[in-house]
């Protein structure tokens, strides 16, 4: 098998289901060193175990992305480990309550998805991108979503916290990518994980949102996460900044 990534460093935040599952694994299976983060310990070691299975290298790291010394301690776990940072998939985060108009979302709940979604990609960020400019070369995907790029009833944090990651991607990559380092971000649309389960297992429910989708399905995490391993390549060396949907042509 084509290993692109043999020996390199790839650190997922958000790395023990879903998304950030599915890009671990895909890491993984492409040769790279890959350290987990989240902040179910259960299930970050049950993913670890999926990828040793696969002879892969891993190692899980317990953090909570909305604390500032969880993130730096992350990143040293993983820079001691491995001896270094390549790519960095900035993928955890949380939806908050759905359906609750922005005059009645309680601040408590703005606060939390704001930390976690949007304060914790920036926090990710600054500890990562030194260790990426020793090396003079890195990869960083934040995980934004559809609703960075449109609004709805989702709630009024979440399209808050994640046009913000939108912006914290371009300006990021506007600064750095003269120091080699690229930064984008990938928007998926609905996509088939334990998280969104309750909406893609309600038949008339999901049955109604896919005519919204040209493809006729909901996206799947390894939809995701090839997206990731094609923007990590060195075949989109000269992308950088962008917000790149995956949605079956949703926003058409």
Known sequence: MNKPFESK??????????????????FAEKGAHVAISARRKSEGEEAIARIKELGGEAQFI??????????????????????????????????????VPTADYPEEDWDSVINVNLKGVFTCMKFQIPEMLKRKKGVIINTSSISGLRGGPIGVAYYASKHG???????????????????????????????TEPLTTNEAFAASLKMKYPTGRFGRPEDVAATVMWLCSDEASFITGHAHPVDGGYLI
């Not at 650190?11 to 890009?23: D, M």
């Not at 730096?72 to 491995?82: F, G, Q, S």
């Not at 990559?173 to 334990?194: D, H, K, L, W």
Request: glycine share 14%; charged share 15%.
């Open 9 to 26: 460093v790839a650190l997922v935040t958000g790395g023990n289901a879903g998304i950030g599952l599915a890009v671990a694994l895909a």
């Open 62 to 99: 317990q953090a909570d992305v909305g604390k500032t010394a969880d993130v730096k301690r992350m990143i040293e776990a993983c820079v001691d480990t491995y001896g270094g940072l390549d790519y960095a998939v900035n993928n955890a985060g949380i939806s908050g309550p759905g359906l």
């Open 165 to 195: 990651v939108i912006g914290a991607t371009k300006a990021a990559a506007f600064e750095y990518a003269s120091q080699g380092i690229r930064v984008n971000a990938v928007c998926p649309a609905m996509i088939e994980t334990p998280m």
